[in-house]
Every structure is written in C-alpha cells, then in structure tokens.
C-alpha cells in the first residue's frame, strides 16, 4: 500500500487528493495546506481519514509516507520537492518546476542524482487524445509531422502571484510549456532556436480587475503585473521541422479555448479542438474524420484529461523505479523553450537553445537517451461505436457545477432579487436543446445534479451526453446535491463568489465535486441563454 501524502489543497491538489483516493493499492495518509479552511475541506472530503499538517516539513518528519504530490505556487515547488527527496520519499511535482533554469538545473541534478522517481504534471503526456495523436505520428501516419501549431485564446490566472514573473516565470512558462512539450512529442528532434513577439496589451498598470472565469476572488484587483498577455511564438527543431504557438490571456467569455494541430510530409494533417476533438485528414488518410478517442476515462471527471492515468502510472513508477514518461529532463525541455520566448520577446532577437546548455544536463540526456526515445504508451481503448449513445453517468460532477449553480440562479429580474423557481429549468432545458453552440460545447457531457432552494423547493436536472433534460427530484439518483441556506442565496444574488460562499456553508454540497474543465465553455454559454428566458 502506497501512502502518499499531499502538499497545496488548491484546485491541483484537490484533483491529486481526488485521484489518489479512486486507485486501489495507495491511500492519502496526510494532507498538507497553510489554510485551515482548505485542510477542513481536504479531511471531509476523505472522511478524517488522513492526518493533516500546516507546514511539509512537519509532514515529512512525522507522517509515514512513500510519496508525495507537490501541488504549490511555482516559486515554492523545489524548497518542497528537495526536502521530500531529501526525506526519502517520490514526487509527484506540478509543472512548471520552477520560476528560473537556475533553480530548475540544480533541482533537476539533485533529484537525478538519488534515487527517488519525480514525475512532473505535463498531464497531457497522459490523456487519451494526445496519446492518441502522437501514436498516429510515430506510426508514419502523416510521414514525417514538420509543422505544428498551438492557439490558446482563454481568460488570465486566477490569483495574483502568477502576474509576479519571479513567482511564476511568466505566462508563457506557465500556461505553454505544456504546448511545447506537444510538439518536441510529435516533433522528435530537439529544439535550436526560437523568436517571439510579445508583451502587454490588456493587463497592465498598477491595478487591474481580473478576467477569470475559475477566480477564487472574481472582484481581485492585480497590482503590478508584469508578465505578457500574448505572444506569438516560432521554434525551429534541429530536423528542419518548425512550431508556431499563438497565444492571448485577454480574451473575454464565452472563452474560445484551446486548438493544437499538426501537418505531415504526406499532406496529411490533424486538429484537436478543446482537449475533446480529434480530427485527421488529408493525403493517404483521405476525407477529414473524427478519430474516436475515449474523453472520459483517462481522467474520470475528476479534473484535466490525462490526470486520472497520470496519477495511476506515477504509482506504477514508484513501484518499478523506472523513468516516468513525463520526466524532469523533458519538462526541462519545455521549459527552455518557453524561457527562450520570453527572452525572446524582452531582448527582440532571436534566442538560440544552445544559450541556456548545462553539461550535466546534458550528460543526463545522453545516459537516458533510449528512455527518451521509447514510444508513446497506448492510450485506453477508444470507444465502440453504438447505435444508441446510452449516457452513462459520472460518480463525480465538475468544478463547472459551481459556475453552473451560479449562472442558473444568478439572474435578476429588472435589478430585484428573483426567488428560486424550479420552473426556470424546463424553459433553460427547451432553448439549449435546440442550440446548436450549446450542444457542440457540451457533446459528451453526462451527469445528474439536484438543486434545493432555502424554502425547500427541489429542481433537478441530468445531461445526457449535452443535452439538458429535467427530471423527476430523486435525491437519491443525483451525483451532486446543491442546497442553499436563505443566507447563502441572497449573499450571491449581492455578487459573494460562489466557491466562498461553499467554504462558508452557506451553500452546501454533497456528494463528489470534481473539477470537469472541458465542460467550461458549455456553462459559460448558458449565460447569455437565460439572460434571454
């Protein structure tokens, strides 16, 4: 039985503590949060089960554990990482490593040179449609992949150390080195040079409001932001081939999200669209077609695709001492791609790779060579097609269910405070079951969830693969119940964030909450549908 025990009880380290606790073979021995309110959350969630400690270093001493996952602020990621290495435990560490090369090199030789296993979160490198896609490459598919592109147009962060580059190493480490890790995967080569164009349109000045949809604070003010709000960004490989990455951090709801797609020697081409599509075509492979890929069980509704297996292969890891797929030396890689960009972007030339070498670095490279080049694993098996599309329902719902609970209730009728009115359900379900941006948003989404207003009154409602459909309040059949005091309710009518008011119990949820990310979109939109109701 594995103990592992969690540090950071935010949104990644609830997803790890959600994960950990579905595998058999491991359990949550400790927890580890500087809040009181989000260690309380954690031992409910669990049942008390595990101990719960304010500080890692109190953790590490006193807790029996043989890993840990180090779900921090980047700035704080390898003081963490190094005392639990240093205590003899494996680590399963959040992406990026850390805010500089200089502290990621000396981590990266540290941790290389015991012989703990460290697995870094590219949690891509374990979802099913990304497996999918590179398997396809390697197998000659699209010849050889020479170009690759990435668009992420989204919201910004959610809270103010990722506006501090010495906190965060910038917006484009932080979000992209996820997308560049994409495409040395599909690549095959190594990088040489990148140029970049950049800087800060939007977010910018002393003080400003922030833009994001998933913000503990929506009303935060960021003071001082110093990171770029877009870029666009080309990196060469040594094979010739090239990627060419577009990004924006200001873009407003309904948020557009993320498109990555690649282009083969042969013609042939393929384009994932919001982490749920994949589409190839083009050359040998003929007319464009979706190729079936399964969405749901590589991360089971509990956070982002990829992460469910990520936490199922790091247990594996630690269990055979081998190389982890997402390991330090390739999220090094990633890193100085991104790094490369942003200097790219503050000097305006040019940055060739070979400036930011280490030989020890490199000597790594060299003795693991064949582990880094082994093939992509196989992603779980794709789903059959049937001829009934039977939903299937999810034991876990998603952190969209909060902005979910938000955007049906949240509505006023000509500025006064509008009464929970189980009604609205039946005419919500009507106009999104016959919009066709709704139902493409949420294609594949399934789950029951029960609402009960302060006076009693009961609605409930069950997507069916996207569709909305009111149902009979069976308490018993929901994955999620949402209940409201008299308190809460008129608090977020006032504009009180929705995850405060959860902390607060002034609304209380039962059952599995998990975050459910590619649904996002699908709930943002139902916005601007009831505003028309």
């Not at 949690?123 to 390697?138: D, F, G, I, M, W």
């Not at 992949?145 to 809270?159: G, L």
């Not at 604070?217 to 010739?240: F, Q, R, S, T, W």
């Not at 090094?332 to 200097?343: N, W």
């Amino acid at each position: 039985m594995i103990r592992i025990g969690i540090v950071g009880l935010g949104e990644n380290g609830t997803m790890h503590l959600r994960g950990f606790d579905r595998l058999d073979g491991c359990e949550i021995a400790a927890v580890c949060d500087t809040s009181e309110e989000r260690r309380a959350f954690a031992l409910n969630l669990l049942g008390g089960r595990p101990q719960a400690f304010s500080s890692y270093k109190t953790m590490f001493k006193e807790a029996d554990l043989h890993a840990v996952a180090v779900c921090t602020p980047t700035y704080t990621h390898t003081p963490i990482a190094t005392a639990a290495i240093d205590a003899g435990l494996d680590v399963l560490l959040e992406k990026p490593i850390a805010p500089t090369l200089e502290e990621t090199d000396r981590f990266i030789l540290h941790a290389m040179a015991s012989d703990r296993i460290v697995q870094v979160g590219l949690v891509y490198r374990y979802s099913n449609l990304y497996r999918t896609l590179a398997r396809l490459a390697e197998n000659g598919d699209f010849g050889q992949v020479m170009m690759a592109w990435c668009q992420e147009h989204r919201d910004n962060f959610p809270t103010q150390w990722f506006f501090e580059t010495k906190k965060s190493g910038g917006a484009i480490l932080d979000k992209d080195c996820h997308h560049f890790d994409l495409f040395s995967w599909c690549f095959r080569s190594r990088p040489v040079r990148v140029a970049a164009l950049g800087g800060q349109h939007v977010v910018k000045g002393k003080r400003v409001k922030i833009n994001c949809g998933y913000a503990p604070d929506p009303e935060l003010m960021i003071k001082n932001p110093d990171i770029a709000d877009h870029a666009c960004v080309i990196v060469e490989y040594e094979n010739g081939a090239l990627g060419n990455l577009n990004l924006c951090m200001y873009e407003a709801e309904p948020i557009e999200g993320l498109k990555y797609g690649i282009m083969g020697t042969n013609g042939a081409h393929a384009q994932t669209i919001r982490d749920m599509v994949l589409n190839a075509g083009g050359g040998p492979l003929g007319e464009i077609a979706e190729i079936p890929v399964d969405y749901f069980n590589d991360n089971q509704g509990i956070g982002h695709i990829g992460c469910q297996v990520q936490h199922a292969e790091f247990l594996d890891r630690v269990r055979d001492r081998r190389l982890p797929f997402a390991n330090l030396l390739l999220a090094r890689e990633s890193m100085v791609i991104s790094m490369a960009a942003e200097r790219a972007i503050v000097e305006k030339r040019p940055v060739l790779i070979s400036e930011f070498r280490n030989p020890g670095i490199e000597k790594l490279l060299k003795r693991h060579a064949e582990e880094l080049a082994a093939p992509t694993p196989e992603p779980l098996p794709a789903p059959k097609p049937k001829a009934v599309k039977e939903p299937s329902p999810q034991e876990e719902l998603v952190n969209t269910l909060l902005m979910l609970v938000k955007m049906i209730f949240k509505p006023k009728v000509k500025g006064r405070f509008k009464e929970f009115d189980k009604d609205l359900f039946p005419k919500l379900a009507d106009k999104l079951n016959k919009d066709k941006k709704f139902l493409d948003l949420a294609r594949g989404m399934t789950a029951r969830v029960a609402f009960e207003g302060p006076d009693g009154d009961k609605a409930m409602v069950e997507f069916r693969d996207g569709h909305v459909v009111p149902v009979p309040f069976k308490e018993a059949h929901a994955e999620v119940k949402a209940a409201f005091t008299a308190e809460g309710w008129k608090e977020m009518f006032e504009g009180a964030p929705v995850q405060t008011l959860v902390m607060q119990r002034k609304i209380i949820l039962s059952g599995r909450i998990a975050q459910l990310r590619p649904y996002t979109e699908a709930m943002i939109y139902v916005t601007d549908v009831i505003k028309k109701l």
